[in-house]
């Protein structure tokens, strides 16, 4: 019979927390911020005026010119956007606590602000002048996102140089932001060449320069899907985002179930405020874990769209999905993450407030309140979008490149 001493075994607890895991900030290798100095105190809009071409006509001499009549517009930029996050620490908790826990959560407020920031830029490429898809490659289908293969991966980047050259964009500075996807199969393809294609990122997160573009590694990229939810869903039916389980019951129970509903439709609903953390907690659905709504929501900034019938999403960096809906033809379809080919600076970016933390005593109890807030604007003017290419890449895990 083996002794029983659990009470004489000592337990040990690290004096650090669980690492913060955001993404490195890259948005602000590409974007511009140099209007930043115009509203650096106050402000809040920065115009620009765009004056038409004159056009040229033949001279003949002697002979009367055309008038040509030019028209004047501006576009602006607005600061508008304010992020902000609040948490309170009792004296009683700081004093019985391993950790600074006032730090770690500053820590996580700056970095969960920096990871918007980087969102908001790479969710540009939707203002893009150029696209590119499956049809820019040989043999595939316009209308389509892209497959990519080791073979066809090179003619993205002339494809991308066609647009940008179409307009005479500088050949210097040319950037193109991938996500893991694309530079797997860039890996694969870039095996067997004697290249210089690097397998780390240096500090700016630029891998290499290839084909006369700076290769910009970013697991923020915009990514859209949609989810088809047109019959009525069962018991135990799961759809699954990003590793976070929902499943829908009859009687919700436990993090992430979500109630049936009486028609397709309200499933659809009840799924969609499962998703974006709004209806009623505990009756429609029962909420997430705190680590998973912040997954979902922070990390990943994952939006549902109630389509009736189906569901749109947005989020950002390589999102992989599934599902075990009962109906064979309820699937995942239109999944893309688009990459960004773009000139240096064509998004315009100030940031009046930059990430900043402010920690002050709570006048009504014995606690620190940790506050933070952050203050930007972006746009994308349209000299900006003649240097972007939208590259629409299949973002499907059965696109036969190794997603997973």
């Known amino acids: 019979m083996a002794n029983t001493l659990d009470t004489v075994r000592p337990e040990f607890w690290a004096t650090e927390a669980e690492r913060s895991l955001f993404v490195e900030n890259r948005a602000m290798v590409i974007a511009k911020t140099t209007l930043r100095n115009l509203v650096a105190g106050e402000g809040d809009t920065v115009n620009r005026q765009i004056i038409d071409y004159p056009a040229r006509e033949t001279y003949t001499p002697g002979s009367d010119l055309t008038n040509r009549n030019v028209v004047s517009s501006q576009e602006q930029l607005q600061i508008a956007t304010w992020s902000a996050s609040k948490v309170t620490i009792d004296d009683t908790e700081k004093r019985q606590s391993l950790i600074d826990i006032a730090s770690n959560i500053a820590k996580k407020m700056m970095e969960n602000h920096n990871n918007a920031i980087d969102q908001a830029v790479f969710a540009e490429v939707t203002n893009s002048l150029w696209s590119l898809d499956d049809g820019n490659l040989a043999g595939g289908t316009a209308g389509n996102n892209m497959r990519l293969t080791t073979s066809n991966i090179p003619e993205v980047f002339t494809a991308a140089d066609n647009k940008l050259d179409a307009t005479d964009a500088p050949k210097g500075g040319r950037v193109a932001v991938i996500g893991s996807h694309f530079l797997n199969t860039l890996k694969l393809q870039q095996a067997n060449r004697a290249t210089a294609f690097g397998d780390g990122v240096n500090t700016r997160g ?121 109906a064979a033809a309820d699937v995942w379809s239109a999944e893309l993450q688009g990459s960004l080919f773009c000139i240096k600076g064509c998004v315009d970016i100030i940031v009046q407030i930059p990430p900043k933390i402010e920690t002050v005593r709570d006048p009504d109890q014995f606690s620190d309140i940790v506050k933070s807030l952050l203050g930007y604007g972006k746009k994308t003017y349209a000299d900006g979008a003649r240097e972007m290419v939208y590259v629409k890449i299949d973002a499907s895990k059965t696109n036969g490149n190794g997603w997973v």
């Not at 499933?267 to 009756?283: E, F, H, R």
């Open 206 to 326: 630029v891998i290499v320069n290839l084909f006369g573009w700076d290769l910009l590694y970013s697991n923020n990229l915009r990514w859209t899907a949609t989810l088809g939810m047109a019959t009525q869903v069962t018991e135990g039916d799961t759809v699954t985002i990003a590793g976070v389980v929902f499943t829908f019951n009859a009687t919700p129970s436990g993090a992430g179930s979500v109630d049936i509903g009486s028609t397709a439709a309200v499933s659809v609903d009840n799924l969609v405020a499962a998703i974006n953390d709004a209806g009623t907690v505990g009756t429609t659905y029962i909420q997430l874990s705190a680590e998973n709504r912040w997954l979902l929501r922070d990390k990943r900034g994952i939006v549902a769209t109630d389509a009736t019938t189906s569901i749109t999403f947005v989020g950002y960096g390589d999102i992989v999905v599934s599902e075990t809906l009962t």
